[in-house]
């Protein structure tokens, strides 16, 4: 992966020969006799010499046979979604998907005459049932938010194939260091590149792998909708993606020394984890993946007044949402990813409002222990 990272897709470009690839500006080339639409090079047609250089790299990432970046993550999932399905299919969803994908589909499906119906990833035996007639796909998250719940993946691959169904997973918290979705067998894999793809915080971007063929008309939908990403982002992702493992590995490795730390913490009276013993999920995790991530959430004994007296005592997180940066950065989900719903349906889905979200960046393990020591300390 770390040499993948820093050479695949890697081309000698231009006649200075310079050694990384430049930003191909320009919207228009000049085109060859008999070209079809989707081959003329067109920045909106991602057929740019910086777009197949992307798209090179991120295929080799997710040892795919093609790749295709997106203008964010949402772009990934709606152009997956418009392409897989019309008015009249049915599709399965995961039962905990990030907020944008849930109001996309809550607000969007009906109008588009898509039927949709929500299933519990960890129970295989209820799949069946919730399959109909017109079920063209499932889409499920690698590790969801914000309890890093890790579903019956293997079980789910198995199920979509055997009903001819396209599986979709949003691998966007594990990053293809900690999962490779298509060697398990998904159809394809989106990330929302803005989080450990890029891993700076300073782009928005998405991408989406798979087989040539599902890529190639993901990609059609992708130049009629517009959604395509700019070639200045995409200079930036490529370079993020140089350090993906690097940096994955060091978050990983935090993160788990944070999920420990904080487990043996009186003031701390829940971790969610993967990596730890006591996750509802950490056997299925370990199987499934390399690395249980750099995302942890935890409750605070002390209640929401502790968990804000917290937040304001760190000293180096920035309280944000978002993830996946180099930096780390601390939230409320109650307050930000999850505030759209109500108090009773955030308690239900385990998302109390003295619970805190961590998302490890690559600072030294040990300033991070102290600065969470320091700021428990004052709960
Ligand atoms: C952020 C995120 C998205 C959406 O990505 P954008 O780049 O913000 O459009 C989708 N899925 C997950 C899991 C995310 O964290």
Redesign the pocket.
Known sequence: METLAVHAGEQVSDPDGSVVFPIYQGTVYRSAPGESYHDIQYLRLNSTPSQRYLHDKLAALEGAQAAVATA???AA?TTILHTLLAAGDHLLVGDVL?G??HDFLAKHADRLGWEYTVIDPHDPSSWEAARRPNTKAVLV?TIT?PLMRVGRLPELVAFAKASGLVSVV?N??ASPVNFRPLAAGFDLVFH?A??YLNGHSDL?A?SVAGSTELVDSVRRTLNIYGGTLDPHAGFLLARGLKTLALRVREQNATALALAEFLSANDTVSAVNYPGLADHPDHAVASELLSGFGGMLSFRLAGGVAAAETFLSSLTLPAVAPS?GGIESLVTLPARTSHAGMTPEARAAAGVHDDLVRFSCGIEHVDDLVADLSGALAKV
């Open positions: 964010s993550g949402m999932v990030y944008g994908t998250e938010n949003d966007t918290f929302s803005t989080k928005v998405g993830l």
